[in-house]
């Protein structure tokens, strides 16, 4: 039993490595978003939101504070996903034999923590940005910021599946 255990915690680090991302080739250089256009992205969703919500110039005052709190999650995203490429062209360059026996699961799983930490803490700032003036939102207002979110993660959802798919493809 221990056997098995121990091969299902093995089996587990592997998969949940980033040496396993790192079979399915990287976009093309000329499919990436450059940070500019990341900061376009982010604030096209700023604007939609606001827009969306048609805030009255009493809730205007909260708008600032959640503006800031979304920024921030952007452009610390940018950073693990530059921070994450850089591991990940580093150990691109030794063979895939040696990246495996290199590798260093206590390392992995303290990354991970201080990644997930990161987006707690700014996930954290972003609902305590959202939260005054939340409450000040009328029904509809609330209804059109739920439609929205619903929409939103309805197109991450499908986004994810179609890189998924696209790296199947190239995989075959």
């Known amino acids: 039993m221990l ?3 121990a091969a ?8 949940a490595s980033p040496l396993a991302y790192a079979q399915t080739p990287p976009p093309e250089p000329s499919e ?12 096209a969703r700023i604007d939609i939101v606001k827009a969306a919500l048609k805030l009255t110039p009493d809730q205007e005052k909260y708008w600032p504070a959640v503006e800031d709190a979304i920024r921030t999650r952007a452009k610390d995203r940018q950073a693990r996903i530059a921070k994450a490429e850089e591991r990940v062209e580093d150990r691109r360059d ?3 034999l040696e990246a ?7 390392d992995f799983l303290r990354r991970r923590a ?6 707690a ?15 000040t939102l ?23 599946e179609q890189r998924r798919l696209q790296a199947f493809d190239n995989e075959g």
């Open 114 to 119: 201080d990644t997930l930490a990161q987006r």
């Open 8 to 15: 299902g915690v093995f089996a587990l680090l592997v998969t």
């Open 138 to 160: 009328g029904q509809d207002q609330k209804r059109r910021l739920a439609l929205l979110t619903i929409y939103v993660l309805r197109e991450m959802r499908s986004g994810r």
């Open 3 to 5: 056997k098995v255990a």
């Open 121 to 135: 803490a700014d996930l954290k700032k972003l609902a305590d940005a959202w939260q005054p003036l939340y409450q």
């Open 100 to 106: 495996l026996r290199d590798r260093d699961p206590v």
């Open 94 to 96: 030794a063979g895939r």
């Open 32 to 43: 990436r978003l450059k940070a500019g256009d990341v900061d376009v992205l982010t604030e």
